[in-house]
């Protein structure tokens, strides 16, 4: 496993991040799941202590959840009751295999520079008609939390760009106000795409 200051983070905290105090992202993943057929075929990367996994398999979605980090992997399985696959987003090799990606609050660890080519191949797994959902930290400036844990924060004009460039249709950005496990109040920049 490749040194990862946010991998690290959930390695080591996974038992008490996956017992945290969250609000799921009700609304925005009814609205995901709404625009999908049912029974329809999910990836999920970034799947923590699967939770919105949960969310999904209830509804009758055929989901694969997958994780970075093997300890909180083990966290989702013992909640989904359910193999979870430790997928770093680079290993993705997929093509046409889903109906809908989501990522919720997940590729903001993904290295700027690095993301364009995760976002390639986020496309390349999904179907002609598949849907894709991810959750950003936004900002201007790259960096990390005082837990370590690194954020891209980029700019949705940026974002935009780069969806654009790896296939997909006009990205809808949504900007709303927010917070996470470190407390602080933040500004998310919410994106649903479909390829183009």
């Given at each position: 496993?490749?040194?990862?200051?946010?991998?690290?983070?959930?390695?080591?905290?996974a038992g008490s991040?996956?017992?945290?105090?969250?609000?799921?992202?009700?609304?925005?993943?009814?609205?995901?799941?709404?625009?999908?057929?049912?029974?329809?075929?999910?990836?999920?990367?970034?799947?923590?202590?699967?939770?919105?996994?949960?969310?999904?398999?209830?509804?009758?979605?055929?989901?694969?959840?997958?994780?970075?980090?093997?300890?909180?992997?083990?966290?989702?399985?013992?909640?989904?009751?359910?193999?979870?696959?430790?997928?770093?987003?680079?290993?993705?090799?997929?093509?046409?295999?889903?109906?809908?990606?989501?990522?919720?609050?997940?590729?903001?660890?993904?290295?700027?520079?690095?993301?364009?080519?995760?976002?390639?191949?986020?496309?390349?797994?999904?179907?002609?008609?598949?849907?894709?959902?991810?959750?950003?930290?936004?900002?201007?400036?790259?960096?990390?939390?005082?837990?370590?844990?690194?954020?891209?924060?980029p700019a949705p004009?940026?974002?935009?760009?780069?969806?654009?460039?790896?296939?997909?249709?006009?990205?809808?950005?949504?900007?709303?106000?927010?917070?996470?496990?470190?407390?602080?109040?933040?500004?998310?920049?919410?994106?649903?795409?479909?390829?183009?």
């Open positions: 496993m490749p040194h990862d200051p946010s991998l690290a983070f959930y390695e080591a905290n991040y996956a017992v945290r105090r969250r609000s799921l992202p009700h609304d925005r993943l009814e609205a995901f799941l709404g625009a999908l057929v049912p029974g329809s075929r999910i990836l999920e990367l970034g799947c923590g202590a699967g939770d919105d996994s949960a969310a999904m398999l209830a509804r009758g979605f055929d989901v694969v959840p997958t994780d970075g980090s093997a300890a909180m992997a083990q966290q989702a399985e013992i909640r989904l009751r359910r193999p979870v696959r430790v997928m770093l987003f680079s290993e993705l090799d997929a093509s046409a295999a889903y109906d809908g990606v989501w990522a919720n609050a997940c590729l903001l660890h993904v290295p700027l520079a690095e993301l364009p080519s995760i976002l390639g191949r986020i496309r390349r797994a999904l179907r002609p008609s598949g849907l894709f959902y991810a959750s950003f930290k936004a900002g201007q400036q790259e960096g990390c939390d005082r837990f370590g844990r690194y954020y891209n924060r004009e940026w974002l935009i760009h780069q969806y654009r460039t790896q296939g997909f249709a006009e990205p809808v950005v949504e900007c709303a106000h927010g917070g996470g496990y470190d407390g602080v109040a933040t500004e998310w920049l919410h994106v649903v795409a479909r390829p183009a």
